[in-house]
């Protein structure tokens, strides 16, 4: 399964630790960096599925040059708090915590098909990763 998925015009990311294709990566970062998405939503479940350095990095500056809102939904304090910053440094950047995740969702402003998409691809990602780096 892909770790991102493009939902109307929101990239939705649910990090694994496994690698996302290049081709698929750098397709996205494309997106991001021409205008094509309005905003980009990582969903982190569980600390330990952080993608590689170098994508990371990348995405991020792609977010940078494509000038998109970003939202985090995570239960990591440190990063909330991270997030919390930048928002106030001007960055578009929100935070919610997982157990907040369906108002995380109707803050997109997605439409409701494309609400109902995002948590399908959600549920999916938590359904094959129990127990997998849970910790």
């Known amino acids: 399964m892909n770790g991102w998925k493009l939902i ?17 990566f750098s397709r996205a970062c494309e997106l991001i960096e021409h205008g094509r998405v309005r905003m980009v939503v990582g969903v982190v479940l569980w600390t330990k599925s952080l ?8 995405m991020m500056s792609a977010i940078a040059r494509g000038g ?8 990591s304090k440190f990063a909330t708090a991270l997030v919390t910053l930048a928002a106030w440094s ?10 907040r995740l369906a108002e995380a969702v109707e803050a997109t402003g997605l439409g409701q098909d494309d609400r109902a998409a995002f948590m399908r691809f959600v549920n999916a990602h938590r359904a094959g990763h129990i127990g997998r780096d849970a910790s």
């Open 51 to 58: 993608p590689p350095i170098d994508q990371r990095s990348r």
């Open 8 to 24: 109307g015009d929101v990239i939705v990311g649910v990090p694994t630790s496994e690698r996302i294709e290049p081709e698929e």
């Open 90 to 99: 001007g960055v578009k950047v929100r935070s919610f915590p997982l157990v």
């Open 68 to 75: 998109v809102s970003t939202m985090i939904v995570t239960d």
